[in-house]
């Protein structure tokens, strides 16, 4: 769980790619750097941004030939936004990872236990209101979205829903836009919804919305997930909507999660009764860190830990590319032997 600065650098550079995107969007990647005009984001090329460790820095470290500045994503993230502290930036950090906000120093006893007692932040109480106002996804260009990447979005009551005008906030001004969102219940482990995950669409369904950031949570995402299929000795769990839910259309019997992030795959909670845990991770240094991590929290717990590789990026680029046959072909070699004869032979 990130909760330290230290944890937090941890986790902006392992999507540090991701993050110079974000903040730093007029620059470029150049090979495994990103090149930009200065930390203000300005156009240029003095500065550079490490994407990936190397014999001459760790992922995320930059560096301005210009001016000789230096620092971490934290401070990339407070100076490109302008933002008047460390504290902010913390924050702004927190959100980009869709990370729980901390309570601040000088917070009284009484707003600390307020929250307790309420057991509901404002922020999931606006998930919910949103989530109760959405449609089943039947029909609707959220089921359009899925079938295009090859999903069928059968058997899934209840988990997804569509929108067809949610607001999206852009982050560089106070004004919104509506446009079409596919919602995802986030839940724990007693079924309990935490939060919402939004993807916002194209008007024809084609794909997702030409927005910065299409696909945004809110509530309580650490530990929890979007869950498909109800577990009992194993699961898969993986990062995002789109790649779990091509594994349960390869594997329809086997119940799968979508943590919605690398950092919230390396901190997920399984329920008590799994035994064995499946990982189906994403082809990239992200994707294999939050394996490696989630593997080492449960190295002293009774699950067995089975890692699950996609051939290409990721498992839904594994079925639109391998097609479904080829996608449980590809799944099958992976499985435990067990599951794989009950799981492909309920599958055909």
């Not at 495994?32 to 992922?59: C, I, Q, T």
């Not at 090859?150 to 852009?170: D, S």
Request: positive net charge; contains cysteine.
């Amino acid at each position: 769980m990130a909760t330290t600065a230290k944890d937090i650098a941890h986790e902006l550079a392992d999507r540090a790619e991701a993050v110079c995107r974000q903040y730093l969007s007029n620059g470029r990647r150049q090979g495994s750097y990103w090149m930009v005009g200065s930390v203000h984001n300005e156009p240029g090329r003095s500065m550079f941004v490490r994407l990936a460790d190397g014999p001459k820095g760790r992922a995320g470290k930059w560096t301005d030939a210009a001016t000789g500045a230096h620092g971490d994503l934290i401070d990339v993230i407070q100076q490109a936004r302008g933002l008047h502290g460390f504290t902010d930036a913390m924050a702004e950090a927190r959100r980009f990872l869709s990370l729980p906000d901390t309570v601040p120093p000088g917070v009284s006893r009484w707003a600390k236990a307020s929250q307790t007692k309420t057991g509901t932040s404002d922020s999931l109480r606006s998930a919910l209101r949103l989530f109760a106002m959405a449609r089943p996804i039947e029909g609707t260009l959220a089921d359009t979205y899925l079938r295009r990447r090859g999903i069928i979005p059968e058997a899934l009551p209840g988990t997804l829903r569509f929108h067809p005008e949610c607001y999206y906030r852009p982050d560089s001004r106070n004004s919104t836009e509506r446009w079409p969102a596919m919602l995802a219940a986030v839940t724990d482990n007693r079924g309990k919804i935490t939060g919402i995950h939004r993807t916002w669409l194209q008007h024809d369904g084609s794909g997702k919305a030409p927005l910065a950031t299409p696909r945004r949570a809110m509530g309580h995402l650490l530990g929890n997930g979007v869950r498909f299929g109800a577990a009992d000795d194993i699961m898969a769990v993986g990062e995002g909507i789109e790649t779990m839910l091509s594994i349960r259309t390869a594997l329809p019997h086997l119940p799968v999660v979508a943590c919605l992030s690398a950092a919230h795959l390396a901190a997920f909670d399984p329920p008590s009764s799994i035994r064995r845990l499946y990982i189906a991770h994403d082809r990239d240094a992200a994707g294999l860190h939050a394996r490696d991590r989630l593997a080492s929290r449960l190295s002293d717990s009774p699950i067995e830990i089975i890692s699950l590789s996609p051939r290409r990026h990721d498992f839904n680029d594994d079925l639109c590319m391998l097609g479904l046959v080829g996608t449980r072909d590809a799944l099958q070699p992976q499985l435990a032997a067990e599951d794989a004869e009950r799981l492909i032979a309920n599958s055909l």
